[in-house]
């Protein structure tokens, strides 16, 4: 399998997780738009401590607040996802994806999925940036017009080819301008040999 072979089956098994995790704990809400919410606020700028994150992945799972505590595998699985989602978001090889089903899922499926994701995105960032949203350079105040666009789009077209090309290219836009979003609002970090070391 090529590289970009074993990326794609990577992220698949990775959707796969989560959705076994929300149909363990019946969730009601989309792992996408979870994920989505998460790497708005990360992308914002935003850092979330454990409980806060856990809270957050309650509510959204529409679990009572204890929920993590009730589960032995939640706050295991949440708390890992919170780092990788992270690493890939910092991660200079721009490996970062949104958490999305993979081909063998209907394409009225991937597109909800999407959907989701981006809603979540844009409440995770509203949540995070708030007012400072407006101070944006231009090419992210269009990237979110855009992005508010594709989170209104609907699943009632007929699958096709076309359709199947103009799906791959909007999660393509998506997840580079998620990039974009985090490196406007999130300043590099210096590489470990700079940083001051104690003796």
């Known amino acids: 399998m ?3 072979d074993t990326s794609g089956a990577a992220r698949a098994a990775e959707f796969e997780r989560w959705a076994n995790v929300f149909t363990a704990h019946k969730a009601f ?6 994920h989505g ?5 990360l ?3 935003a850092r979330i401590n454990e409980p806060e994150w856990l809270t957050m992945v309650c509510e959204h799972m529409g679990l009572p607040e204890s929920g993590a505590d009730d589960s032995e595998d939640l706050a295991p699985f949440m708390n890992r996802a919170y780092e990788q989602t992270l690493e890939f978001l ?10 999305l089903p993979d081909d063998d899922y209907a394409i009225e499926q ?3 999925a999407l959907v989701s ?6 409440e995770g960032m509203a949540l995070a940036a708030g007012e400072s949203l407006g101070q944006a350079p231009d090419e992210i105040r269009e990237l979110i017009e855009d992005l508010v666009a594709i989170s209104q789009l609907s699943d ?3 699958a096709d080819d076309e359709s199947e090309q103009q799906l791959l290219e909007i999660t393509e836009y998506v997840r580079l301008g998620a990039l974009a979003v985090f490196t406007e609002f999130n300043a590099p970090e210096k590489p470990a040999s700079e940083s001051p070391t104690l003796h």
Not at 29 to 34: A, D, I, N, Q, R
Not at 117 to 122: D, H, I
């Open 37 to 41: 919410v998460l790497c708005g606020r």
């Open 117 to 122: 994701w981006v809603r979540g995105f844009l």
């Open 90 to 99: 910092k991660s200079a090889d721009m490996s970062f994806h949104p958490l």
């Open 2 to 4: 090529s590289e970009t």
């Open 156 to 158: 009632d077209e007929d």
């Open 29 to 34: 809400s989309h792992p996408s738009e979870l």
């Open 110 to 112: 991937r597109l909800e």
């Open 43 to 45: 992308a914002a700028g």
